[in-house]
């Protein structure tokens, strides 16, 4: 399999690293009807790492052996809903990756529906995650899901986050 590389500037044309910052562009994204697999790549400096912004109709999320690093908001995010189960069941896969420097969650999933995809987020590292300046303190991994297997919700790890614990509801 393939990776990714994106980078970008800040206005002036270029890109450089001195002047790369969280927010240089939006970052990878996937709308209701689509899927992403990811693997094996690195997004940085992006508003969201990877996220699916799809409420309805998510194909899948699959994100593995990846870095997502100075994210403005969430590293890896996802906001789907299922109220009737497809031929296919949705996919949500959080897996092996490494997530540093989010300004909100490291990672954030919420799957919500009757028919909601029962998440994997496993053998994540998140490093200085929930920094944000606001009065709210992020917590390094946030997942939320009517549908929640602890054997799929292992094996995750980090520091130096600003709530360190991972977040279940």
Do not use: C, K
Request: charged residues 15%.
């Amino acid at each position: 399999r393939g990776g990714a590389r994106a980078a970008g500037g800040g206005g002036s044309g270029g890109w450089s690293a001195d002047a790369a910052s969280p927010g240089d562009w939006g970052g990878l994204s996937v709308g209701a009807g689509g899927s992403i697999e990811l693997e094996h790549a690195a997004v940085r400096w992006a508003q969201f790492g990877v996220g699916a912004f799809s409420g309805s109709g998510l194909g899948g999320f699959v994100v593995r052996d990846s870095v997502v690093a100075h994210s403005q908001y969430q590293g890896l995010y996802v906001n789907a809903s299922r109220e009737s189960a497809p031929a296919a069941a949705m996919v949500i896969d959080v897996s092996d990756n490494t997530v540093d420097g989010a300004a909100h969650d490291g990672i954030a999933i919420r799957s919500e529906g009757a028919a909601a995809a029962v998440p994997t987020v496993a053998n994540n590292t998140v490093n200085h995650a929930g920094s944000d300046s606001g009065f709210f303190r992020w917590p390094a991994i946030a997942v939320d899901s009517p549908q929640l297997d602890p054997s799929r919700l292992t094996g995750n790890g980090g520091s130096d986050n600003a709530v360190g614990e991972m977040g279940l509801s």
